[in-house]
């Protein structure tokens, strides 16, 4: 079951990341021009501060999934059913504590960010509004379980598609009816959650119907037991938000809202990446926990080994675009004032290219509950990181941030985490490290192409730069076809393709 569905699941989150870059880019230059660089840099700001919050639900979201996943992969539907409910009604607490608590975003977040003048009662319900967002998609924590337990991405990103065409749609209605103002993209961003959560409702019943609500199947004692696992993952989660949360209240704080403004802008191209790499790592996280609960460790570790190799090598064909292109992007995309933002641009997204490689590795230690010593180092290399953004920030600026922030990831990613998935297996330390290389001659190869094509043919429309970087996308998936990808892998991708067309073939 779970391998089955890894086709449609990597289709649906194609279209998805392709849905989700033209809305993202469109909506972030319309709102650019409606609300202006300094308020706009509030938007991702509020969806920083929002993340902060989504440390008390990180850990209750992975430990759900893995429990449930195991309960529902060994028949036990009396243990389903009780992990169901019980993380049901905790995530209704938990929502509404994190309404709560951001109640002092209303009234307060002038005290604690740089707000541009006279937009302090619009940044406040924005944040509140978008913590709102954030707490109804917590609600929806145990049916996106569900969906996960089952390996359904397809129908989990029919909801994220369905939750971005929400968003759009309540920004233009909005912004038509009276004139632009912060808090309708927090409304925006609540109706969102709204839709998407709506469609995971229905699927979870579909996929699941004998699990179903019920108030009587609460447990403290699934609660505690779920949260041995969701507890260090909260530790972690912790980290996480100290190593790719903080940079955009560090521009804000250190080198003010007009710059913090620019950086938002500037990482809306890597945080795309991060989140389709994020999509794409999920697909493979039930099956390494189907394997591992299976007793079948080394199919697991070919398994592993396999998704770190082939995430990283796709993964750098949009790097190296991204960042061979990233002059003519700003250039084409928010005018020629901004082009001299492109070494920011390409320093905060190169190291995505190892660093994103390795997130399938994260579901080992989930899998074999190894995850007291990934906590604390996150945490550790989310302080290191703090203060070494805010040491360069002073030094240099923008710069300084995107610096930092990719160092310190390099050094947990490319050292702790691999290294670690080895160890807790009982393997030799080079097990996951030998995926490195062919990596960084693929994100090489790709940017140089990227690189000397933006040079030679110069980009200054939409239309060019599109067609210029397909070009280097097609380079880079020969290149990957041919060079990258091993025999057994080509063979295997063939053999997929030829059952499909028999198939497809054959008579009804």
């Not at 998407?196 to 699990?211: F, G, N, Q, S």
Request: hydrophobic share 60%; with cysteine.
């Amino acid at each position: 079951m779970a391998q089955g569905k890894l086709g449609a699941n990597l289709v649906s989150n194609v279209a998805f990341f392709g849905l989700n870059i033209v809305v993202s880019l469109w909506l972030v230059s319309y709102l650019v021009r409606q609300l202006g660089v300094a308020a706009y840099g509030l938007v991702p700001l509020a969806v920083t501060v929002a993340g902060y919050f989504n440390v008390i639900t990180a850990g209750l979201n992975a430990a759900v999934g893995r429990h449930l996943t195991v309960a529902m992969s060994s028949g036990d539907q009396a243990r389903a059913n009780s992990i169901f409910n019980s993380s049901l009604w905790a995530s209704v607490l938990v929502g509404l504590l994190m309404c709560v608590l951001g109640l002092p975003l209303l009234t307060h977040i002038a005290e604690w960010i740089t707000v541009p003048a006279g937009l302090e009662a619009d940044a406040g319900w924005l944040f509140f509004l978008t913590v709102g967002g954030l707490a109804v998609t917590t609600l929806g924590t145990p049916f996106q379980s569900v969906v996960y337990s089952r390996n359904r991405f397809d129908l989990q990103n029919l909801g994220n598609i369905l939750g971005l065409v929400a968003r759009v749609v309540a920004v233009l209605v909005l912004f038509h009816l009276t004139a632009p103002r912060l808090w309708h993209v927090g409304a925006s961003v609540l109706g969102a959650a709204l839709a998407t959560i709506a469609v995971v409702m229905v699927a979870a019943r579909r996929l699941a119907p004998a699990l179903k609500p019920r108030v009587d199947g609460f447990s403290w004692g699934m609660v505690r037991e779920i949260g041995g696992t969701g507890g260090w993952v909260f530790i972690s989660q912790i980290g996480t938000l100290l190593l790719i949360n903080i940079d955009l209240l560090v521009a804000n704080k250190i080198v003010g809202p007009a710059a913090g403004g620019q950086y938002a802008l500037v990482l809306q191209w890597s945080m795309l990446l991060r989140n389709f790499a994020l999509v794409v790592s999920g697909v493979f996280g039930p099956t390494i926990l189907t394997l591992h609960a299976q007793g079948r460790i080394d199919e697991m570790i070919d398994y592993a080994r396999a998704s770190v190799r082939h995430l990283g090598l796709v993964m750098a064909i949009p790097i190296g675009i991204v960042c061979g292109f990233s002059e003519a992007i700003l250039r084409v995309w928010l005018g020629p004032d901004f082009a001299p933002l492109s070494l920011v641009m390409i320093l905060a997204t190169a190291h995505l290219t190892l660093n994103l490689a390795y997130l399938p590795l994260h579901n080992i230690s989930l899998a074999t509950n190894h995850v007291k010593i990934p906590g604390i180092t996150q945490v550790l290399a989310g302080v290191v990181n703090l203060a070494l953004a805010i040491w360069m920030a002073k030094a240099w600026g923008l710069y300084g941030i995107a610096i930092a922030g990719g160092l310190v990831l390099l050094l947990r990613n490319l050292i702790f985490t691999p290294l670690y998935a080895a160890h807790i297996l009982a393997r030799p330390w080079w097990t996951f490290a030998r995926e490195v290389l062919p990596i960084l001659g693929m994100a090489a190869a790709v940017f140089a192409a990227a690189l000397a094509v933006s040079h030679l043919a110069h980009p200054h429309a939409w239309l060019t730069l599109g067609l210029s970087a397909c070009g280097v996308g097609a380079f880079g998936l020969a290149l990957l076809w041919a060079v990258f990808l091993r025999p057994e892998h080509r063979a295997a991708v063939l053999g997929k393709l030829r059952a499909k067309l028999k198939r497809g073939g054959a008579p009804a």
